[in-house]
T-cell receptor, first 114, second 115 residues
Framework: AQSVTQPDIHITVSEGASLELRCNYSYGATPYLFWYVQSPGQGLQLLLKYFSGDTLVQGIKGFEAEFKRSQSSFNLRKPSVHWSDAAEYFCAVGLNQAGTALIFGKGTTLSVSS | KAGVTQTPRYLIKTRGQQVTLSCSPISGHRSVSWYQQTPGQGLQFLFEYFSETQRNKGNFPGRFSGRQFSNSRSEMNVSTLELGDSALYLC??????????????FGPGTRLLVL
């Protein structure tokens, strides 16, 4: 069965430091992978997605993610974190090519310290 | 362009009752997906409707049902409410017909409390 694991429940990073959020997936075929962010009181917003092609995907707000098939991973990175990045981050795998049926990980809460 | 709207935003019901939640997608979007978000289980996919037909279904009991109208608006119904149904219910819309080019846009959610 398809599943997504985000091993880190909570991460604290200093403002200006780099960030990497881990995501591992289990999926039989070529996965369609997504990262979403949810800020308090805000809806889920798509940061980036991978469907095929270049394994390094650029997203909004300076985020990028790298698809590594051999490690079944799709880690999210940002070179320099801003206080406004504090939020909950969700990795997801699509059950269909349309990306309209998603299996989400449990999420990682990011706190940013000054 | 208006975003995804969900009504009502907050709802309190008692066990055994039923509830209907509504989702209006972005204009031009024909796909509406529903998700349940709880602290314990996280975000779970309920079902997706595209052009008035259920296209995908998650692993929820039959008490959870949905439908989509010709204007793409969707409703979700939960019958015989249980305490565990207390959650944030999110809907998301997309065009639904562009394969890997899709982006889902999420609404603010309906927070349901079952007492």
């Amino acid at each position: 069965a398809q599943s997504v694991t985000q091993p880190d429940i909570h991460i604290t990073v200093s403002e200006g430091a780099s960030l990497e959020l881990r995501c591992n997936y289990s999926y039989g075929a070529t996965p369609y992978l997504f990262w979403y962010v949810q800020s308090p009181g805000q809806g889920l917003q798509l940061l980036l997605k991978y469907f095929s092609g270049d394994t390094l995907v650029q997203g909004i707000k300076g985020f990028e993610a790298e698809f590594k098939r051999s490690q079944s991973s799709f880690n999210l990175r940002k070179p320099s974190v801003h206080w406004s990045d504090a939020a909950e981050y969700f990795c997801a795998v699509g059950l269909n090519q349309a990306g309209t049926a998603l299996i989400f990980g449990k999420g990682t809460t990011l706190s940013v310290s000054s | 362009k208006a975003g995804v709207t969900q009504t009502p935003r907050y709802l309190i019901k008692t066990r055994g009752q039923q509830v209907t939640l509504s989702c209006s997608p972005i204009s031009g979007h024909r796909s509406v997906s529903w998700y349940q978000q709880t602290p314990g289980q996280g975000l779970q996919f309920l079902f997706e409707y595209f052009s008035e037909t259920q296209r995908n279904k998650g692993n929820f009991p039959g008490r959870f049902s949905g439908r989509q109208f010709s204007n793409s608006r969707s409703e979700m119904n939960v019958s015989t409410l249980e305490l565990g149904d207390s959650a944030l219910y999110l809907c998301a819309s997309s065009r639904g017909d562009r394969g890997g080019q899709e982006t889902q846009y999420f609404g603010p959610g309906t927070r349901l409390l079952v007492l």
